[in-house]
């Protein structure tokens, strides 16, 4: 299944900001799918992940009661909602997929997944 992230933009903190996850695939619901980010010079983390029906998410501690993840797969599409947002949630937002035979315990772990979006860029800045 081939990702495209879009949405990213300049915000001030506290603002709010949509990003999106376009899928290719019809059978996208085949998929947990996963938000990771990446800020200069730091590692790739998880931010949140939500199951293939959507009746699942886990977040990062980090963006608890701040961000919220949904799902439409009548049109393949994930969305992350960023409220409240603050300057170090700066950095590059990857979506991604993973098969739906892995349970929650498994959003965190990037090596659990298969398929990468190239990721948008999200600046909180005043």
């Known amino acids: 299944v081939q990702l495209q992230a879009s949405g990213g933009g300049l915000v001030q903190p506290g603002g709010s900001l949509r990003v999106s996850c376009a899928a290719s695939?019809?059978?996208?619901?085949?998929?947990?799918v996963g938000w990771f980010r990446q800020a200069p010079g730091k590692e790739r983390e998880f931010v949140v992940g939500?199951?293939?029906?959507?009746?699942?998410?886990y977040y990062a501690d980090s963006v608890k009661g701040r961000f919220t993840i949904s799902r439409d797969n009548a049109k393949n599409m994930v969305y992350l909602q960023m409220n409240s947002l603050k300057p170090e949630d700066t950095a590059v937002y990857y979506c991604?997929?993973?098969?739906?035979?892995?349970?929650?315990?498994?959003?965190?772990?990037?090596?659990?997944?298969?398929?990468w979006g190239q990721g948008t860029q999200v600046t909180v800045s005043s």
């Open positions: 991604a997929a993973q098969s739906r035979d892995y349970s929650g315990i498994y959003y965190s772990e990037r090596r659990r997944y298969a398929y």
């Open positions: 695939e019809r059978t996208f619901s085949n998929y947990n």
């Open positions: 939500i199951s293939w029906s959507g009746g699942s998410t």
